[in-house]
């Protein structure tokens, strides 16, 4: 069983910075891909950044170069440095990690979501 634990949301003006943070503890084999979703109201779920084990890094074009994720493998934390945010970004973000608890089994977490809003 992996939990994640998000922090770092809140409220922010536009053109403001937040960063956020989510955290993985429990017993797994590995961690590869972490990553950051977001959903605003009445829109599906979307992918705003993912970091592979390799230090690999995807973002969506709505976010490039205004979000950087990173991780700490150390630690089995990962961040997502938001800059000049937009009054668009306003949504619950939610952390996912993937990995294997064992050799064989695979699993995919998800955080309970923080919320980020950004007035105008």
């Known amino acids: 069983q992996v939990q994640l634990v998000e922090s770092g949301g809140g409220l922010v003006q536009a053109g403001g910075s937040l960063t956020l943070s989510c955290s993985a503890s429990g017993i797994f084999f590995s961690i590869n891909a972490m990553g950051w979703y977001r959903q605003a109201p009445g829109k599906q779920r979307e992918s705003v950044a993912i970091?592979?084990?390799?230090?690999?890094?995807d973002y969506a074009d709505s976010v490039k170069g205004r979000f950087t994720i990173s991780r700490e493998n150390v630690d089995n934390t990962v961040y997502l440095q938001m800059n000049s945010l937009k009054p668009e970004d306003t949504a619950v973000y939610y952390c996912?990690?993937?990995?294997?608890?064992?050799?064989?089994?695979?699993?995919?977490?998800w955080g309970r979501g923080t919320q980020v809003t950004v007035s105008s």
């Open positions: 970091v592979t084990s390799g230090g690999s890094t």
């Open positions: 996912n990690v993937r990995g294997y608890s064992n050799v064989r089994s695979p699993f995919d977490s």
